[in-house]
């Protein structure tokens, strides 16, 4: 079996490069080529297009970082739905439920199957394979693929076989991911401000009911280092809370508190530029209060 594998960005350079570490073949395809060079040093083909990946591979992954990018590689005209041996197309990336459905569609017309499996985690889930996949979709294709899958990955589940709803539970953890984040470092720099040690207040959080994925790991390793380098880009967050607000609407259901983080996170955007790393989020929240959270680590 060989796999395509279309994206060698911050996420899909490292699970293709655990793919490869786990013996399974690869088709690599990214507009840069010192990506692929460094897949072709592990033995991976390349392809110069997403149609060429899918002549050359039986299933096709693709991690993309925006829906302009998701859409031309599925469907447009040098897109996988024409490649002539993929009998499968899997979407990583997050892009919404409603464009699933729609690709979903337009790969059955092509004689394809159509698997989500957004991934979740961040660069470094990505390096130790110890990502979140949530799966929805075509059942033989995640069958077939689940070892190659389990290699990427620290839990893998499949919901359903709706093309979309692994896109729904995906934007349901990242609301969450980022109010943890949000409301952690409003409450860290309200302590810092009080003269609370930072590093004793996460040793009561983490032993508390307060304890979440940005005090456990995003604040001690990213921003008490002063090193702000999570690995997750403003632009990635703008993208996905985007696609938050549009699975809000689409289902009728209140958003107050996302609102809230949306517009804080654009706020920092705007003050911080869309390049820089979500724990940046920090250096705004210090700003509206006039106190840094020092570097202890």
Known sequence: MRIGFIGLGAMGRPMAVNLAAAGHELVVCDTDPSRTAILAQRGALVAQTAKETADMAEFVLACLPNLGAA????????????????????????????????????????????????????????????????????????????????????????????????????????????????VALEAMTLGVKAGLDPEQMLEVINASSGRNSATETKIPNHILTHNFDYGGAMYIIEKDLELWRREAELYETPMWLGTNIRTLFMHCMAEMGRDKDITVLAKTLEKMAGVEIPKTR
């Open 71 to 182: 859409e031309a590689v599925a469907t447009g005209d040098e897109g996988a739905v024409a490649g002539a041996q993929a009998t499968a197309y899997v979407n990583l990336s997050t892009t919404g439920s409603a464009y699933s459905r729609d690709v979903a569609a337009k790969m059955a017309e092509a004689g394809k199957a159509f698997l989500d499996a957004p991934i979740s985690g961040g660069p470094p889930g990505a390096e130790a394979g110890t990502l979140g996949i949530m799966c929805s979709g075509d059942k033989a294709t995640f069958d077939a693929l689940k070892p190659a899958l389990e290699a990427i990955s620290g839990k893998l589940v499949y919901l359903n076989d709706q093309p979309g709803a692994a896109q729904t539970m995906k934007l349901v953890n990242n609301i969450i991911s980022f109010g943890n984040l949000s």
